[in-house]
């Protein structure tokens, strides 16, 4: 019984995780500050969502509020398009990347690596080519810049490659532990294909360190946008789902509201 006591801490005097705002203000208060910094967060969404949305907002709120280096890595919008489609939220991409304030990389090519690459007696698969290729760029560019924030949007694409479950987890811890040593915090954006709340759960929600579903369902001939905090480890935060707006200054969470009364 002694020894139990020496090895216990009191959870008022255990050190909490430090914490990043997101930029979105009910967000942050259903996390109960923001989001655990340097962990891999998974934001799955369906098409429309607000997914590319949130995460422009969090590198901006970082930059504009915090000074930390943003990086963004589209795989399905081009560079262009997204600073056109988010200068409606008032956030001028262009004027940050000029500034070394944010850096973002197209890495589209990688959807379309023609064949197996080999080196010597080596063959390396096509889609182990392109996540290795992935944890590359993401690595050179973070350090170049010291990133302290990351989006990948979508990773979809990259784990969609990997049908056979342990291929994919593997792949995806791979993903995350190279991230891991980047000290960024990060984001990662994954399509919902079917109806949320009768989704499979898919293993890049079970190995990432958080899980920020945006649900869209419709109730009494409504369309009803709602976030939940599917899963934030080593913080306690809301579990309700949330109503959320996109509105002009980007994405805006009701804290205090509820789907159902
Ligand atoms: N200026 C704006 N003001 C308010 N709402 C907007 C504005 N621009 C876009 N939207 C809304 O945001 C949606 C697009 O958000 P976003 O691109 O972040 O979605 P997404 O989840 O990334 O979608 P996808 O999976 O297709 O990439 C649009 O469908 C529209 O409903
Ligand atoms: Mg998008």
């Known amino acids: 019984?002694?020894?139990?006591?020496?090895?216990?801490?009191?959870?008022?005097?255990a050190v909490q995780p430090e914490r990043l705002s997101t930029g979105v203000k009910g967000l942050d208060d259903m996390l109960g500050g923001g989001l655990p910094s340097k962990r891999?967060?998974?934001?799955?969404?369906?098409?429309?969502?607000?997914?590319?949305?949130?995460?422009?907002?969090?590198?901006?709120?970082?930059?504009?509020?915090?000074?930390?280096?943003?990086?963004?890595?589209?795989?399905d919008e081009s560079p262009s398009k997204l600073s056109e489609d988010m200068a409606a939220f008032g956030w001028d991409l262009e004027r940050l990347c000029k500034d070394n304030q944010l850096v973002i990389v197209d890495a589209s090519p990688l959807r379309t690596i023609p064949a197996d690459v080999k080196v010597g007696n080596f063959t390396i698969h096509k889609k182990d080519f392109s996540m290795l290729s992935l944890t590359h760029i993401i690595k050179n560019k973070a350090q170049e810049i010291n990133a302290k924030r990351l989006v990948i949007d979508p990773i979809t694409m990259?784990?969609?490659?990997?049908?056979?479950?342990?291929?994919?987890?593997?792949?995806?811890?791979?993903?995350?532990?190279?991230l891991a040593d980047l000290g960024t915090t990060n984001l990662l954006t994954s399509e919902l294909r079917v109806n949320v709340?009768?989704?499979?759960?898919?293993?890049?929600e079970f190995l990432s360190d958080g899980v920020l579903v945006f649900?869209?369902?419709?109730?009494?001939?409504?369309?009803?946008?709602?976030?939940?905090?599917?899963?934030?480890?080593?913080?306690?935060?809301?579990?309700?789902?949330?109503?959320?707006?996109?509105?002009?200054?980007?994405?805006?969470?009701?804290?205090?509201?509820r789907i159902y009364k």
């Open 197 to 204: 709340l009768e989704r499979e759960i898919q293993p890049e």
């Open 40 to 75: 891999c967060v998974l934001v799955c969404g369906g098409p429309g969502s607000g997914k590319t949305i949130f995460g422009i907002q969090f590198l901006c709120n970082g930059v504009t509020k915090y000074g930390e280096t943003g990086l963004y890595i589209t795989l």
């Open 1 to 13: 019984m002694k020894a139990s006591l020496e090895y216990s801490i009191s959870p008022d005097e």
């Open 158 to 178: 990259f784990v969609l490659q990997y049908p056979e479950i342990t291929e994919r987890r593997n792949a995806i811890v791979n993903l995350f532990e190279g």
């Open 215 to 257: 649900h869209s369902f419709v109730d009494s001939g409504r369309v009803v946008k709602a976030i939940q905090i599917e899963k934030m480890r080593g913080i306690s935060h809301d579990h309700e789902l949330r109503p959320y707006k996109i509105v002009k200054h980007g994405i805006e969470v009701f804290a205090r509201e």
